[in-house]
């Protein structure tokens, strides 16, 4: 055989075993949505194809021991970790709004890093990836392992639009203020610094965010929602697609949060030319809770406006699959699993041309509104809103458009394939010479 064809033969043996692979995962836990379901699912699906060891906190102990006795993953070890044993209770109300969250993450990464040498003593893994926090304005320590290191998706790099605040109380205005600042002091940690430069590759959620990657160091930045749905969401979901709503009905989900822009849905809702019968659903809590309620009185529609307020998951998929179109006019948010789920469930989505929303939807599976000014967007909302109600076959053609969209790109088991890919091919690369990236231009500031 010559030596070509045994290099070959090789490289093919090489390209299908299985890599081992060492996952940051701060936040995992099975059934949830947010950072943990991103952790969780991240693991689970990569585990198909790889030996995964996944790095993660004592608090989501008890819901993944129950969650590998009921249905094992042999490829999948979880080690849990906390600094000093000091476990984050996250069972209190209110808690991850306090600062002490984000200095336990930090310190947790520290600790991390200590315990991932350690194992790749052991185990010698093939490559580390940090999943969660989808956070870019923090380092992971696990960057200085020698190995190639992929980081995120992370997010973070978001903003409330200048023009927007002028609608915002005062304690919004300082809460805007204060994340400005934290993420502008997270750009000036040099570990941060340092976990750009190492990354082979950095996927970011948002173009803003990208933009906050290129100015800490990164080099080979990428857009990739951190965000997916898994075989059993996706069947769930579907079913509610062929519902065929009796009135014209609109609904926003979500914590009550002055962010979120639900005020920007009722004022466009008031706006619209609709029947006398059609309403506006809202489902979630909130400390905006009041401000919305009160609005809706200031705009005379409280009579057309229904709070659900909390709801179990899936009677709010039931509501769901009852509205003509899912309104998710958030002025900053890297993720919005809730425009996945809607579109997955064949209900189109209104939302702003911003963040992960803005990305996730496109003009054949909902409307994307530009976000110049609060006077402009509640105008375009509402407009959007009257057509909808006027064309009931847009809504079923973008129904279908978004399901079909869904399907094709934020599938967890395509999101795998694409990190099976990925991490060969770092693998290959850093086996044949040291990992070298690919610099890429940008613009803008953060």
Not at 30 to 45: F, L
Not at 83 to 99: A, M, R
Not at 201 to 219: N, P, S, Y
């Amino acid at each position: 055989m010559t030596q070509p064809a045994i290099v070959e033969l090789a490289t093919e043996a090489a390209q299908s075993s299985p890599l081992k692979v060492l996952m940051s995962a701060y936040a995992c836990e099975p059934s949830r949505g947010s950072e943990p379901g991103v952790g969780w699912n991240t693991a689970r699906e990569v585990a198909q194809r790889h030996q995964v060891w996944v790095l993660t906190s004592q608090t989501h102990r008890p819901q993944l021991e129950a969650e590998l006795a009921a249905r094992p993953i042999p490829n999948l070890h979880v080690v849990y970790l906390d600094p000093l044993g000091w476990v984050y209770d996250w069972s209190k109300e209110g808690k991850k709004s306090l600062w002490d969250v984000h200095f336990h993450y930090y310190f947790w990464q520290v600790w991390a890093y200590f315990i991932a040498r350690r194992l790749h003593q052991a185990v010698h893994f093939d490559v580390v990836h940090h999943v969660t926090y989808v956070k870019f304005s923090s380092p992971s320590f696990l960057s200085w392992l020698p190995l190639p290191f992929v980081w995120g998706p992370v997010g973070g790099g978001e903003f409330t639009p200048p023009a927007f605040w002028q609608e915002l109380n005062w304690r919004a205005k300082i809460f805007e203020l204060l994340r400005d600042q934290a993420r502008q002091l997270g750009q000036l940690d040099p570990f941060v610094h340092l976990t750009a430069r190492r990354s082979q590759i950095a996927w970011a959620t948002t173009e803003d965010t990208a933009r906050c990657l290129h100015r800490v160091g990164a080099k080979n930045v990428q857009l990739l929602s951190q965000l997916g749905l898994n075989a059993e969401e996706w069947r769930t979901l579907t079913r509610y697609a062929n519902t065929q709503p009796t009135s014209v009905r609109f609904m926003s989900i979500g914590r009550m949060l002055h962010w979120k822009g639900f005020h920007l849905g009722l004022q466009a809702f008031a706006q619209a030319d609709l029947p006398a019968d059609a309403e506006f659903w809202l489902i979630g809590d909130g400390p905006e809770l009041p401000a919305l309620q009160a609005l809706t009185q200031e705009l005379g529609i409280a009579h057309a406006v229904k709070f659900w307020h909390h709801l179990p998951r899936q009677e709010t998929l039931t509501r769901l699959g009852e509205c003509f179109a899912l309104v998710h006019p958030s002025l900053h948010d890297s993720g919005g699993l809730v425009c996945l789920e809607a579109m997955a469930a064949g209900c189109p989505v209104i939302c702003l041309d911003l963040g992960g929303p803005g990305l996730q939807v496109t003009p054949e599976t909902g409307f994307k509104i530009a976000a110049q000014t609060p006077a402009q967007v509640v105008r375009e909302m509402a407009g959007v809103m009257t057509q909808l109600a006027q064309d009931p076959d847009c809504r079923n053609r973008l129904g279908r458009a978004g399901q079909k969209r869904v399907g094709e790109v934020f599938s967890w088991q395509r999101k795998a394939e694409n990190l099976d890919r990925v991490y060969r091919e770092l693998v290959q690369r850093d086996a044949i010479a040291p990992a070298t990236t690919v610099v890429t231009d940008s613009t803008g500031d953060c």
